[in-house]
Structure formats: structure tokens, C-alpha cells
């Protein structure tokens, strides 16, 4: 379980991690392109031969979902959820009024500031009392 307080803390850390997640995820998605699609890329990532001269893409391919996966098992070990990477949505399990929560966070909000029921999800979000986010200076 974690305090409001607990999550901000690991926000820098997951920050960068969706950052680079980001990185990756572009650059494999122009690999699946390069191999033929999405099945086509499954199939290569699962162990398929990839079409002559795409050699070096495959291998590529199958590294960056390595590491993707590897940065969201890291994340994960921190004791949140990852639950959405196109979006960037973390979880993390919390109490409020005694009832277990998700305290909510998406990548490039500066904190944890919003929660929702277990049962529920994004669409439910609420803000967290005395916590606000404030919007970036330039877009003001």
C-alpha cells in the first residue's frame, strides 16, 4: 500500500522510465513497419525467419521488446501497475476511507494527484483532496 506521498516519490524514476519507453516503443514501431506488419513482426519476435535482409531489423526488433519489457517489469517491482503504456497509466494500491484505492498517475503529470475505485478505472478518476496540479508555466 502507498501514501500519496509514498507515489510522488517514485514519479521522477517513472518519468524517465516512460520517457524511454516512449523512445523505444517509436523506434520498434518502425521496425514492425520494416518487417511486414504486426503479424508478420509477431511472428519474427516468436522465433519466425525474418525475410531475406531484414536480418539485422528482427534482431533489433526482438532487442527493444526485450528492454520494453524489461522496464516494465522494473516499474512493476516498485510495487505499482503499469496498466497502460500507450498512455503512460500507472497504479498504485492505496486506502481511502479505509476502502483500497488506486492512487492514479499518467505520464507527464508532475504528481500523483487523482484515485480511483479498485473496481474502476481511468474513466472514474478522481481528484485527491488538497493535492493540485498545477498546468506548466508555458501554457499559460
Same mark, same amino acid.
Given at each position: 500500500?502507498?501514501?500519496?506521498?509514498? /507515489?510522488?516519490?517514485?514519479?521522477?524514476?517513472?518519468?524517465?522510465?516512460?520517457?524511454?519507453?516512449?523512445?523505444?516503443?517509436?523506434?520498434?514501431?518502425?521496425?514492425?513497419?520494416?518487417?511486414?506488419?504486426?503479424?508478420?513482426?509477431?511472428?519474427?519476435?516468436?522465433?519466425?525467419?525474418?525475410?531475406?535482409?531484414?536480418?539485422?531489423?528482427?534482431?533489433?526488433?526482438?532487442?527493444?521488446?526485450?528492454?520494453?519489457?524489461?522496464?516494465?517489469?522494473?516499474?512493476?517491482?516498485?510495487?505499482?501497475?503499469?496498466?497502460?503504456?500507450?498512455?503512460?497509466?500507472?497504479?498504485?494500491?492505496?486506502?481511502?476511507?479505509?476502502?483500497?484505492?488506486?492512487?492514479?498517475?499518467?505520464?507527464?503529470?508532475? /504528481?500523483?494527484?487523482?484515485?480511483?475505485?479498485?473496481?474502476?478505472?481511468?474513466?472514474?478518476?478522481?481528484?485527491?483532496?488538497?493535492?493540485?496540479?498545477?498546468?506548466?508555466?508555458?501554457?499559460?
Amino acid at each position: 500500500m502507498f501514501t500519496v506521498e509514498e /507515489a510522488n516519490e517514485l514519479v521522477p524514476d517513472l518519468e524517465l522510465a516512460f520517457g524511454r519507453l516512449g523512445r523505444l516503443r517509436g523506434e520498434a514501431s518502425v521496425l514492425v513497419e520494416a518487417l511486414g506488419g504486426g503479424e508478420r513482426a509477431m511472428e519474427v519476435l516468436n522465433g519466425g525467419t525474418p525475410d531475406p535482409g531484414l536480418e539485422g531489423q528482427a534482431a533489433r526488433f526482438r532487442a527493444l521488446v526485450q528492454e520494453i519489457n524489461t522496464i516494465v517489469e522494473q516499474v512493476n517491482d516498485l510495487g505499482c501497475l503499469v496498466k497502460d503504456l500507450d498512455s503512460g497509466l500507472v497504479d498504485f494500491y492505496g486506502v481511502r476511507d479505509g476502502e483500497p484505492v488506486f492512487l492514479c498517475w499518467q505520464f507527464g503529470e508532475p /504528481a500523483v494527484a487523482h484515485w480511483h475505485p479498485v473496481e474502476g478505472g481511468f474513466a472514474s478518476r478522481q481528484p485527491i483532496e488538497g493535492i493540485s496540479i498545477e498546468p506548466p508555466t508555458f501554457l499559460n
